[in-house]
């Protein structure tokens, strides 16, 4: 089979961004198959991934393929990923070099949302037999998705200070109120470590499938939620005398690594990379509680106007293999979702006590930014 020519719209929207979209044919080197693969985010993402990149190619399955990496930078300016998916299927391009995308549970439903149910190809498993190998699952799409890293909200602790770190969520807002000033999250607006606390407070009290539902009538149940979370708020980080969120993931993350504040809610892999560089003191672990915060399981997805389908099941396979997963977790600190016993990287003892069978997925849509403007409303005008 032969590859059309890489996908020209980089840089281009609209009509110029369809337009790119040709099929002329292009074989790749010594005429193996070309397989691009789709990704966004922040240049830490980039990097793993080009790493990827380069082991598929040396490795059994780059003999039959060679898969080629398109990244869209964060911020860049540039047309979003999902915008110029949707745009070319509603365009009517049906062999586009969108071979395999990477996104998450959470969004798949935005996907499904813009583009219609048929905007993406259904995953055949048996042409995936890593997948066996999985310990956590998507929230959604599970025909569609095949999930290759978790990342999670954990709390983050100064082991000197916390021998024992709370166990459960109960134990942690009882911590909290005994501690009064050593606990911290960030505006759950600004970051998504204060977003999952905030989450996690409200939808405790609610059935599991709310957490992945947009069911507007949910609202009429958070009033428990953020009662508890105005109780918490005279015992949380005070500077000058009042209480203070910080502003993002990094700002509770300083405040931890300042010993200003004991325990925080984190990003499991923003932890373990600062570990590693340093700017976490040694002393910091991290610890999941019962019932967990939420997550993320990012997944591959075939969009249905990919052509080169088999390639995309052979680059979903190596995702799970060891090699890459050990990749991931050095690289961008991903937690993997296979058995992370074997795998050949010093972040792995990084890892002891978090379990992926645990995590908590949200896919809460508008309702999340609906949350989020309420959490500004009742919490953050008290003092």
């Known amino acids: 089979m032969l590859k059309k020519k890489k996908h020209m719209g980089l840089l281009m929207a609209g009509a110029a961004l369809l337009a790119a979209c040709g099929n002329d044919a292009a074989a790749g080197e010594d005429g193996k198959d070309v397989v691009t693969l789709w990704a966004g985010g922040s240049d830490n993402v980039r990097i793993a991934m080009e790493s990827v990149v380069d082991a598929f190619n040396d490795s059994e399955y780059g003999e039959d393929y060679e898969l080629e990496l398109e990244y869209i930078l964060s911020g860049s300016g540039t047309q979003s990923l999902r ?3 949707v745009a070319a299927q509603k365009a009517g391009e049906t062999d586009t070099d969108y071979d395999l995308i990477l996104t998450s549970d959470s969004e798949f439903v935005s996907y499904v949302e813009e583009g219609g149910e048929d905007i993406f190809t259904p995953v055949d498993f048996e042409k995936v037999p890593n997948a066996e190998n999985l310990q956590a699952s998507v929230s959604v799409g ?8 978790g990342t999670t909200v954990v709390l983050a602790y100064n082991s000197d200070n916390v021998p024992t770190p709370p166990k459960t969520a109960d134990e942690l807002y009882q911590w909290i109120k005994d501690n009064p000033g050593r606990f911290a999250y960030n505006t ?4 998504g470590a204060g977003s999952s606390f905030v989450t996690t407070a409200v939808y405790n009290s609610l059935p599991e499938e709310a957490l992945t539902s947009q069911d507007e009538s949910w609202k009429d149940q958070w009033d428990e939620g953020f009662g508890l979370l105005e109780e918490l708020h005279p015992h949380m980080y005070q500077s000058g005398g009042q209480v ?4 993002k993931n990094q700002g509770t993350l300083d405040l931890l690594a300042n010993q200003e504040v004991d325990i925080i809610p984190a990003w499991a892999d923003m932890v373990i990379q600062q570990i590693g560089q340093g700017t976490l003191p040694e002393s910091t672990k991290i610890a999941q509680i019962d019932p967990s915060f939420t997550g ?9 106007i990919g052509s080169d389908v088999e390639g995309a099941h052979a680059v979903m396979d190596f995702m799970l293999t060891e090699e890459a997963q050990s990749i991931l977790l050095d690289e961008m600190a991903a937690i993997p979702l296979i058995d992370a016993a074997n795998l ?14 645990e995590f908590r997925v949200s896919s809460l849509g508008t309702l999340g930014t609906e949350l989020n403007e309420r959490w500004d409303q009742d919490i953050a005008s008290l003092q």
């Open 188 to 191: 759950p607006g600004s970051g």
């Open 344 to 357: 050949e990287s010093e972040n792995s003892a990084l890892l002891e006590g978090l379990d992926v069978r």
């Open 244 to 247: 203070v969120y910080p502003n």
């Open 296 to 304: 993320n399981v990012d997944a591959m997805v075939m969009p249905s």
């Open 83 to 85: 915008d110029r998916i």
């Open 142 to 149: 599970e025909d569609y998705l095949v999930p290759y890293r």
